[in-house]
């Protein structure tokens, strides 16, 4: 009973949390489509997406694909050609853009395909989403975590004001995904396994390396470094229960919805989705 007592006042919290942040945090997200466009290929950038572009790239080419954050400043962006593209990074819309980042817009500006480009509602005066060209579609969606009695969350979810707690793009991918009206959801590049590169030094120094599925600069890797700066073990793995419990919260609702998503990520450490491989997609 005690245990019952605390969950429901919890969730109590949570929803409140909730109530009170989207006014403050939410803009106006774009409208949902209302047709019903099958399956997509979210490509995660980890280190599996390279074996899947080298091993199965008929079939990443055969369905709508949608990349995320810094995929366009790789040789293999244009050879994709992804319908479809998602920036979740503060590090994208800050004033003062340092490292990749300004080069990562001049490559979007350069994009000379159809392509879909999902933004939060907070970048919409930025200079360089005025800088797009005509054939990119911005839609906006909302980074604000909602939390709480599922009755009230999911559809504050459907309206686009809220998510999950995103702290991985692949939950607004996947979002974004489900309101461009796609029912079944394939991940690639969704390793997760991030605790596999995690160390701590002699100095009491947390190390982590994300590898990708391309290959990191010693200019990534330096801001990799500086980010983890001042952070402690218990940080991360606090961070990391976060992440992985997003995904539980999110499959609560894709099946609500009846929307299926299948992790074709060899080896991904999110135990949330169906696996299957990606030759089944």
């Not at 949390?17 to 997200?29: H, Y």
């Not at 694909?65 to 593209?85: G, I, M, Q």
Request: proline content about 7%; glycine content about 4%.
């Amino acid at each position: 009973m005690l245990t019952k007592i605390q969950s429901f006042l919890k969730k109590l919290s949570q929803t409140a949390a909730t109530l009170i942040k989207i006014p403050l945090m939410s803009g106006c997200p774009s409208k949902p489509s209302k047709e019903k466009k099958g399956t997509i290929i979210i490509m995660g950038n980890g280190p599996s997406l390279r074996t899947a572009i080298e091993e199965d790239l008929e079939v990443l080419m055969s369905h709508p694909r949608l990349a995320v954050n810094l995929s366009a400043l790789t040789p293999d962006f244009k050879t994709l050609k992804p319908d479809y593209y998602i920036l979740a990074d503060i590090a994208f819309f800050l004033k003062n853009k340092t490292g990749k980042v300004p080069a990562l817009w001049q490559a979007l500006a350069e994009v000379s395909w159809p392509m879909t480009l999902f933004l939060p509602a907070k970048a919409r005066k930025m200079p360089e989403v005025k800088r797009l060209p005509t054939n990119i579609t911005v839609k906006y969606y909302n980074l604000t975590p909602a939390e709480g009695f599922n009755a009230l969350i999911h559809p504050i979810y459907t309206s686009g004001l809220a998510m999950p707690r995103p702290r991985n793009v692949l939950i607004p991918s996947i979002m974004c995904a489900m309101r461009e009206g796609f029912t079944k959801i394939v991940l690639i590049g969704a390793d997760h396994n991030w605790s596999k590169t995690l160390w701590v030094t002699d100095r009491n120094r947390v190390v982590s390396v994300q590898p990708h599925f391309y290959e990191d600069d010693s200019e990534e890797l330096k801001r990799a470094e500086e980010i983890f700066k001042n952070v402690h073990l218990h940080e991360v793995y606090e961070n990391y229960a976060i992440a992985f419990r997003s995904y539980f919260t999110l499959k609560a609702y894709t099946d609500k919805k009846g929307v299926q998503i299948i992790n074709a990520t060899p080896g991904s450490f999110i135990d949330a989705f169906e696996r299957a491989p990606l030759s089944h997609a």
